[in-house]
């Protein structure tokens, strides 16, 4: 009996092992949204500690990386690309009163304008003074690229708003700089160079004038 027991165990199929499958690199990582990627971030930090400095290496390299350029383009479509529908909604006579199209428009170029002053003001804190120069100075050349470009746009409403945010902009960057690193911090005489018409303004800006 036992020669055709085993003949049976000889013949019997061999089980397949299972495979476990495993996805591909980047098979999910790729499709995730910012939030959730930012989750999968902090969720390795706190697995894993001696990834931390790896993290604040990389991540200071990405805040410091700041084109000018950029920056100043950035802008230019902030400002041009405000919608005059917006205005339109935003002045007039409301339930509270008249609201002036001047101050509809402002308010609406503030608020576009708004991330890259938080941006700016971001870096400052972070001790970036690199970066948060050339923040500043892409703002300031940005908006003095459409000093003259009001046309039929939000900006005819607000003629005076590119040269008094430009002066706001270095003169929080001079305030903030010599509050929390006890130095102040100013745009380049080159950049000044660039814009000849608001030079005066800005330099007084820098001083606190």
């Given amino acids: 009996m036992e020669p055709a027991r085993s003949r049976l165990v000889e013949n019997r ?20 949204k ?6 999968v971030l902090r969720a390795l930090l706190d697995r894993n500690l001696g990834l931390h400095a790896e993290a604040e290496a990389i991540a200071r ?38 609201v002036e199209a001047r ?6 170029l503030e608020e576009a304008l708004a991330p890259f002053l938080a941006d700016m003001k971001r870096l400052v804190v972070l001790g970036l003074k690199e970066a948060a120069i050339a923040t500043c100075a892409g703002i300031v050349q940005g908006l003095y690229g ?7 746009g939000v900006l005819a409403h607000a003629g005076g708003f590119p040269a ?13 700089s010599v509050r929390i690193h006890r130095r102040r911090w100013s745009l380049p005489d080159s950049l000044l160079a660039e814009v000849p018409e608001w030079k005066a303004m ?8």
Avoid at 14 to 32: E, Q
Avoid at 34 to 39: H, K, L, S, V
Wanted: overall charge positive; hydrophobic content about 40%.
């Fill in 202 to 209: 800005l330099s007084r800006a820098t001083r606190g004038r």
């Fill in 146 to 152: 459409v000093r003259d470009s009001g046309g039929d």
């Fill in 13 to 32: 199929p061999a089980r397949r092992r299972a495979v476990r499958k495993t996805a591909a690199p980047g098979r999910f990582t790729s499709h995730l």
């Fill in 103 to 108: 101050e509809a428009a402002y308010g609406l």
């Fill in 164 to 176: 008094e945010t430009a002066g706001h902009a270095v003169a929080t960057l001079a305030r903030e």
């Fill in 61 to 98: 390299a990405m805040l410091a990386r700041v084109g000018q350029d950029e920056v100043a383009r950035a802008v230019e479509r902030a400002v041009i690309g405000v919608d005059p529908e917006q205005l339109a909604a935003r002045s007039g006579r409301k339930r509270w009163g008249y």
């Fill in 34 to 39: 910012p939030e959730e990627a930012a989750g």
